[in-house]
């Protein structure tokens, strides 16, 4: 199967109403893992990767790392691979370019891509972020691009959440014309405003499933993927340390 094949068979997973699940992993092995339990495919979390080998999340982690880590991944596992890139490692088109096509040389055939900014405050503005995604789009015609926005995780106060819909679906639109592949909102655990905004928007949607959050809400609030972020990494090094306390 060729790239452009595989990326398209990777899109084809993203199926509204129906989730595709993907348990975020952080190196070969714990991509074999779930591979071994019967996932679809793959996806990285950038907080997870970076924790894995000592760095704090926010692309404190050199990019040659990662993308060494992301080559282990996609020689060991046939499954698809998507990359949590967080902001591209890079600022200037042109950069930002040349750093995902790094990218889709390791073999993954997708990335998130997020409209904070990285070492900064805030979100770049919807143009600013609709010409990044389009630098990234340059590198490859087929891999899937899941555009992120922070508007969610940046509000903490969850009453709020409402009146950043309009926002978002803004984003999305914007996000889609410039070619992104998905629209991913994580922060957001609302399934009225979920469900909202997976009716309004061109693009299938991505959740990061928290707290009570279920696979079963989800779909029926016509989700297209979830995920998980760094919990499953929490949950595994929570469960190490337990195992060694016990040994006591």
């Known amino acids: ?8 068979a990777f899109a084809a997973l993203h199926n509204p109403g129906t989730p595709l699940v993907l348990y975020n992993i952080w190196d070969a092995g714990s991509a074999t893992a779930i591979a071994k339990a019967g996932a679809q495919a793959l996806a990285t979390g950038s ?3 970076a924790a894995a080998q000592g760095y704090g999340d926010g692309e404190d982690i ?8 992301v080559t282990r991944i996609t020689a060991t596992c046939d499954l698809p691979l998507t990359v949590d890139f967080e902001g591209g490692f890079a600022q200037a088109a042109e950069s930002l370019t040349q750093n995902a096509r790094k990218l889709v040389d390791t073999g993954a055939v997708g990335v998130n891509f997020e409209d904070q900014i990285i070492g900064g405050t805030g979100l770049y503005s919807v143009a600013e972020q609709a010409g990044r995604i389009a630098a990234m789009r340059a590198a490859n015609a087929d ?16 009453e709020k959440h409402a009146g950043l819909v309009d926002q978002a679906l803004e984003r ?6 410039a070619g992104a592949s998905g629209f991913f909102v ?11 905004i997976t009716a309004a928007a061109a693009l299938p949607v ?10 079963s809400a989800m779909a029926q609030a016509g989700v297209a993927r979830a995920s998980y972020g760094p919990g499953p990494y929490a949950k595994a090094m929570k469960q190490l340390g337990e195992a060694f306390a016990a040994l006591a």
């Open 1 to 8: 199967m060729t790239y452009s094949e595989r990326a398209r």
């Open 47 to 49: 907080w997870s990767v």
């Open 62 to 69: 050199p990019l040659d790392l990662l993308l060494q880590i």
């Open 143 to 158: 891999y899937f691009i899941n555009a992120r926005t922070d508007l969610f995780l940046k509000e903490t106060d969850t």
């Open 172 to 177: 999305a639109e914007a996000y889609a014309k």
């Open 186 to 196: 994580p922060g957001l655990t609302d399934a009225t405003l979920i469900a909202g």
């Open 206 to 215: 991505n959740v990061m499933m928290l707290g009570g959050m279920s696979l």
